[in-house]
């Protein structure tokens, strides 16, 4: 889910929250793929994957009006997910004896991981980005161009300063991380 | 066993409209110990189920509709209860019915102001319902102490919250 994909979640669970209803479509639209995504990783190979999805988004639609404003919005609607999926999986496990506690409990976590790796990554490229663009025009420009063909070595001079440029400021913004 | 993209919708609708119920119903746990201190203050039984009806219902639909009426309620209901709470007491302390229906109207001044304070930015419809549900809540105590009591409740919110609205406008200009 990208960012402006997270923005049109956000404001149509603030809507539906408020009770407008013809905010369910676009809700629905958006929560549906997000939660088959999340479930089929946390319950691969489950052969009650689908109804875990379906009762995943009844769970989740049921408790919208809860949504508050300004909450991450698909880290709550992952949240309230992963609630129902580790209900489900314990309970499955319980009735069948099939799946391992451990096992169960892994999957979960790894499917939250998966998500959480995702945010990260996209949050240190908005963080490049927004280094990016304090440097001067030229080193932008410089750093942007697509490496094609041997290059001169006053070109490969010029990229390596501009990138000992942004590595400073990168440092001097953000940290040593 | 897995449903069709339809059924599924439909099933997450009803989902989400029985979680709007749950939301407007929630109203009760405010709704019903003031309903109690209204008894226990001896308020008449009949009066107070015919109040403590009127505001669940209409509360409560409005809270399902949903918007910025239904938002309106519960601070209405809130406010309501401090002319709830100082009712008593000024009956209790003053010796004419009119003198303590004039502190109740100063107290009742607080909670329209704080009501029109917040219902600054969302209209005046919204104000009315805040209003009105602050009105009910008032009289579930204010009824056994005579109408006296629940006419000073219903000038002090209404001067309270005309009052800052008046200000505002003011100082405004």
Known sequence: MNDEELQQLDSALTRLAAGDRSAFEQAFALVSPALSQFVGKAMAGHPER???????????????????PGTNALAWVLTLAAFEVATLRKRTSRDSGRYGGGSEALAVLSALDDIENAALEREAVQRLGAVVRQLDPGDQRVLLSPDVGPKAPRERKRKQRALDRLKSLWRTLNGND | MAMTEPAQQQAVRRAYEFGRLRYALRMLWVVLPLACVGLALGSSLEALLCLTTLLLVAGGWLRWKGGRLGSAVLPGVLAGSLPLSAAPVAAGCCAMP?????????????????LAMRARQR????????????????CLTCM?????MVLGAALGLLAGSIGLLALRGEGRQ
Request: charged share 10%; no cysteine; proline share 2%.
């Open chain 1, 50 to 68: 689908e109804d875990a999805v379906q009762n995943t988004l009844v769970r989740v639609f049921g408790r919208v009006s809860d949504y508050r």
């Open chain 2, 98 to 114: 009119s003198h303590a229906a004039v502190a109740l109207a100063l107290i009742a001044v607080i909670a329209g102001a704080a």
């Open chain 2, 144 to 148: 056994s102490n005579g109408p006296w």
């Open chain 2, 123 to 138: 209209g005046r419809a919204s104000l009315m319902v805040s209003l009105g549900a602050a009105l009910a809540t008032a």
